[in-house]
């Protein structure tokens, strides 16, 4: 999906550190942050009041880099229809069928 001039700015004015993005200081209006946030949010990112940060589950300066060089970014859960197993979930089912170390089971619906 496309992204607009005004928020690639914003992203690139943003700072990575890992997996934290924090936003330009001054505070955007409403519709430039939820603009913002969607992407952000699309990408994998949560925002984190105690950071005052998007977290994300690993280093976000590639993916950002990549969003600034194309003007596009992936929304992989609705690109690819793939909406990942919880682990703490996946261990519960694994333990309701009794499922043993030396077993192997297929479960191929891509939850992983």
Not at 15 to 29: C, H, M, R
Not at 42 to 54: D, L, P, Q, S, V
């Amino acid at each position: 999906m496309k992204i607009g001039n005004d928020v690639a700015d914003i992203l690139a004015n943003s700072e990575v550190a890992g997996n934290k993005l924090y936003l330009p200081d001054g505070q955007l209006d409403r519709k430039m942050y939820m603009a913002v946030n969607k992407i952000l949010v699309a990408i994998g990112g949560k925002w984190n009041r105690k950071e005052k940060a998007h977290l994300f589950g690993g280093p976000v300066d590639a993916v950002l880099e990549e969003i600034l060089l194309t003007g596009q970014y992936i929304n992989a859960k609705t690109e690819y229809q793939f909406f990942e197993t919880p682990e703490d979930l996946a261990r519960r089912l694994v333990d309701m069928a009794d499922i043993q170390e030396w077993e192997t089971c297929l479960e191929p619906s891509a939850g992983q």
